[in-house]
Every structure is written in structure tokens, then in C-alpha cells.
């Protein structure tokens, strides 16, 4: 993942937007999944852990909302353009069925209706 640098709840950790990517440092997502930060990297290549980002329309043009899932886990922080955080939340769910990795992505309704100030990024 990578346009502008910010810097995540007051720690030396980032969230950068560099050449149409953005770039989370692997502790954020380890903190909000309560994860190891050393275990992030293999995780994601394994698919145990997925991302999904979105970019906000309409009054939230100008963020960016980034969701990372992880079992019955899910972590979403929400990010201005210059990569400062404005939101972030941790949600547990009911366990994921056994056969699934990670959970799918969120509601296949089109972006934008049903209230979702988000489109994909």
C-alpha cells in the first residue's frame, strides 16, 4: 500500500500516499489487529490478513478510509490526504466461518448508496 506523509496518533509510525499506492507502517496495522507488528508482513502475503481502501466523496472528499481484516477482527482508520489520522476503530465479530482466512470484503452495494460516503480507491 502508498501521496502525502502524516503521522499516526502522535508516534514516529506513517501513513504515506506515494506514486498512486499508500504505504501503512506494519505497527499501525498491528496495534488495531492486536497482532504482533513482526507478524503483519507474512500475514498479509499469506492472505490471513486483508485490505481494503476507499476514498471519501461528497462532504468526505479529502480522506481516505483504509480497513485491514484479520479473522473475526477488523481495523479501520480513517486518514486526510496528508496521511493524518482522523478516525480509527477495532471491531470483533462472531467467529468466521472455519473454511475462510480472512473475512470477504464489506457489503458488495454500490459505493456511494445506502449512505456510504466512500467510493473504492
Not at 71 to 97: H, I, K, M, Q, Y
Request: net charge negative; proline share 9%.
Amino acid at each position: 500500500m502508498r501521496e502525502c506523509e502524516g503521522v499516526y496518533a502522535g508516534a514516529m509510525t506513517r501513513i504515506r500516499f506515494d506514486d498512486g499506492g499508500i504505504e501503512v507502517d506494519a505497527a499501525i496495522i498491528a496495534e488495531g489487529l492486536r497482532i504482533a507488528p513482526e507478524h503483519v508482513p507474512a500475514e498479509m502475503q499469506a492472505g490471513q490478513i486483508t485490505a481494503r481502501c476507499e476514498r471519501g466523496i461528497d462532504e468526505h472528499a479529502g480522506t481516505h478510509r483504509l480497513s485491514f481484516f484479520r479473522g473475526n477482527r477488523r481495523f479501520r482508520v480513517t486518514v486526510d490526504d496528508a496521511g493524518n489520522v482522523l478516525r480509527r476503530s477495532t471491531l470483533t465479530t462472531a467467529d468466521p466461518p472455519a473454511d475462510t482466512v480472512a473475512p470477504p470484503p464489506p457489503s458488495s452495494r454500490p459505493i456511494g448508496q445506502q449512505g456510504s460516503p466512500y467510493e473504492p480507491a
